[in-house]
């Protein structure tokens, strides 16, 4: 663990080189520690892969003082038996009708549709990262053998539960807007919804299983096409 | 933590309003800011230049927080329908009520069929329009503060439109204040942005360094409220890219083209770009000000220097005593 100025009220804590499952989960973990340790003397934080960048309100505290409770608060994080984040189902629709991209990434993998949508069934996935947009999650890592870089030129509206792939990575849009990502499938579940408690499904650190849906449940459970 | 719209509007007395006739090029409803819901990738929004919004509210005797108008550039007219003070502060556009000429930097009594009109800038970007008690908007996660690019905040998530109604209170008693001349900011077309090094700045080469605090950048005219661009001697990272990190308030971020991105308020929360440090928060706030075509250079000073600082602004900023007027 390393810890370092990012800014007159900021610092980053990294947490290793690479994200993996084991430094994600840490992260997570370090976002509860700090948050019970500190309360409103921290102002926001941000969890990412193998990151947690951390804004103090520099009126109650200052950076000779934080820093080394930081430390003393994170300290044994390593050795920590990390708890597994919390297991979450997200139903998806896939079918050529609500992934487009779908054919065409099967098509570059010399794989059926069907193995595509299999694949990307089959992995367990964690949270990341969240960012973009709001409740906009980064979930990786998926099957090499579906991996496939972001289209040359980006959609001008993907719409919202639109599933993804970019890279190793994949994402459900949360609300629609530009996006460059491989769509391969529809999610009915609402990824960001400023009226529910919480207002997101999911948090950094969480494990995701994507679980294929017909087109008829998608639509009983609120999706649109 | 939840959204939950939370509605202060007291539908009694709705009929305390302003009326919007014209918004003008970009006028946004912005409070404090947004904060605690970056892990749902929220940004934080709030006034582009704090300072001049504090004055804003402080010459209305309202706590400095509370919800007013971001006026960029100018062009906002204004029907008030209610009796209240209100105060403009920050980039100097001529205010005029039923065609009077008026004070910036100074509060102002208003009745109901006074039209409020703001011209547009000769000096800075960005002036803020406060009303006594704030204006009275719904907030979400936490605060009033509009995100456009989020459709979050405000009174739908976007800027003002024509027509549009803010709800305000009454306040028939309270004194017109004034900041005295001396103390009010200039907005040049130049300025020193302080720098606390961090994040990637040992991925820059000293050579790289030094050239970007020897150089003069320009402001662009892509700038907004989510970062400021700046056009100049390019500045080159030893690394492409980084795993995306989460990204403070005036981070300095070095795209392929080196050309320098200073990070804003509706700033995306995390990133994958190397960063040389941080512009204290003090300076992005005068680099708000500044059009397009601006120069700006940079002067490194240390994390105990930024904090100094911030607390010698502060205590200043309370022993100013405003006057009557």
Known sequence: MNISVAGENSLMIYFGEETSPVVSARVQHAVHLLEEAFGSVLIDMVPSYASLLVIYDLFRTDIHTIRPQIREVLAGLDQVEVQEGALVELPVYYSLESGPDLQALADRADLGVDDVIQLHQAQEYRVYAIGFAPGFAYLGQVDERIAAPRLSTPRQKVPRGAVGIADRQTAIYPTASPGGWNLIGLCPQPMFDPNADPSMPVQVGDRVRFKGIDRQSFLELGGML | ?325
């Open chain 2, 1 to 325: 933590m939840t959204g939950v719209v939370n509605s202060t509007v007291n539908n009694a007395v709705s009929n305390s309003v302003f009326i919007v006739e014209q918004p003008g090029m970009l006028t946004l409803i912005q409070d404090e800011g947004r904060f605690g819901a970056h892990s749902l990738g929220l940004s934080t929004g709030g006034p582009a230049d704090p300072l001049a919004f504090h004055w804003a509210n402080r010459l209305c005797g309202n706590e400095l927080g509370v919800s007013a108008l971001e006026v960029s550039v100018g062009g906002l007219v204004l029907e008030a329908n209610v009796t209240t003070r209100i105060a403009v502060c920050g980039a100097y556009m001529p205010l005029t009520i039923n065609h009077r000429e008026k004070s910036l930097w100074c509060s102002h009594h208003v009745k109901p069929g006074d039209r409020i009109e703001l011209g547009f800038a000769n000096e800075g970007v960005r002036a803020y329009f406060a009303v006594a008690g704030g204006f009275d908007i719904p907030t979400i996660f936490g605060s009033t503060s509009t995100v456009v690019r989020e459709s979050m905040g405000g009174l739908n998530g976007g800027k003002l439109q024509s027509g549009d109604v803010l709800p305000c209170k009454e306040d028939l008693n309270g004194r017109c204040l004034m900041l005295p001349r001396g103390y009010r900011p200039l907005y040049g077309h130049h300025a020193m942005l302080r720098v606390i090094p961090g994040y990637q700045q040992h991925s820059f080469s000293r050579q790289q360094q030094r050239r970007f605090f020897s150089h003069e950048y320009f402001v662009s005219a892509y700038s907004d409220r989510m970062g400021c661009r700046l056009e100049g001697a390019a500045i080159r990272a030893d690394i492409g890219g980084i795993l995306s990190e989460g990204i403070c308030y005036g981070a300095i971020q070095i795209p392929p083209d080196g050309q320098p991105i200073i990070l804003m308020n509706d700033r995306q929360t995390i990133g994958g770009y190397p960063k040389l440090g941080s512009v204290l928060s003090l300076d992005v706030a005068q680099l708000a000000q500044l059009k397009p075509g601006s120069k700006v250079s940079f002067e490194l000073i240390t994390v105990e220097e930024a904090h100094n600082i911030h607390h010698l602004a502060a205590s200043y900023f309370e022993q100013v005593k405003t006057e009557p007027c």
